[in-house]
């Protein structure tokens, strides 16, 4: 919802109560997002303002429900193919983006790159005094006495020459002096609560990597002097960066604060991880280690449990089908009792007309009585024109069903396996089941209580909260969401 004007100022107006009703083309042009368009329309219901679509008319919960699933697959859909064209022009060794020190990009020759000759020099001469043993902070001041332009314009400083030791971003660590193009090293993601673009980084065998020699401007000796010097001196080194992704990376939140959970170290019986805002800075009070192994064996077992049979999806299927036979029935029922009203509201309107043609009443008194029965006439044929648009169910997308199925068979292999780390395909179809997995803080000796919140149990729950999956119990019977 965030950096959508549009949207906003639509949402103002709800709250003004400016409109009764919204109508859009397709929901998806509303929010493609779950949470936001869950969010919008429970917004919208407590506005009583109804939301329509042109070929489905007005959308229930569950309506709402299905189109914010179907509607996430598509966008995550469309994010792989915009990533899978950045991986097409990295292959074809041109650059996919971002433009590095010491290059310019070629006229006319889009995404190519070409060496500018003095900036060239200056990384060469920044190679070499690192080499031979100067800070790249006594080097960035040398730059910067010299009058030397930094990149963007600014002034040159450490972190510009030795970057961040994941994200590989300094000169020293870039990889394109040597003639090597990487792309995917980062990716971007949205902040659901700020609607801010940050970059994560992505594990090294995500890494798409290509010669480009004629892009060297370091030899390769010399790049190599620098990459042992910069492992001597310590700090984060890329090759730590772990290269199998686990099941749970990502997906950890912290039950305390909300916030994500990040490796700790290894001691005796694994690696294990800890609240990452309480390490930043103590503002969370879950100071509490878990091993990541027994996380993932707890929430593997929760879901095998669940899902032992893919059967499952059929009764979620069915329940969904059936709330939506009982939406149904209540809107017959609805319109049976419009239809009386309708016909008392006329019967009314009728007597009133009769009464003013014998003399009864008069003019002023009849025009009293019959405005409100007319109001109610009007109102009560409106209800029922709208509940006579022909009735375009939205059936569950035989398309979604699918992939769930997929997804859930896929994710017997990894239960099959039981270990923590994963080929890509079951990682994403396990990211297609599970939203995130909470860990809830714990006194030392407890047990690990944790919670799973999938995105199937959106497909049918009707408050449309990403329902929660208390371990022990696994997903509740589907009867019992509705
Ligand atoms: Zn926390």
Redesign the pocket.
Known sequence: MFGRPGLSSLMQAAELGSFDVLIAEAPDRISRDIADLAHIHKTLRFRQVEMNCVNGGALDTVQIGMYGVVGQMQREEGAKKVKRGMVGVVRSGRNPGGKAYGYRPVLGKKGELEIVEDEAATVRRIFELYSTGFAPRTIAATLNAEGIPAPRGLRWNGSTINGNGQRGNGILRNPIYAGKLIWNRVHMVKDPSTGRRISRVNPESEYEEIDAQHLRVVDQSLFDAVQARKEATGGPRPRDVPKSKRLLSGLLR??????GMALIGVDRSGPRIQ????RESRS???GARYYIEKLERQVLDSLRIQFADTAIIDEYVKAYREERRKIEAEARRNRSATEKGLADAKAGITRIVERIAKGLIDDDEAAALLQPLRQERDRLERDLAASEAPSNVIELHPQAVKRFRENVEQLADIVATKTGTVDVGAASAFRQLVAAVIVHPRQKGDPYTIQIKGYLSSLIDSTLSAKSLVAEEGFEPPTQGL
Do not use: E
């Open positions: 912290c039950g305390c604060c909300g916030g609240c990452s805002t309480y969370c009070t879950n």
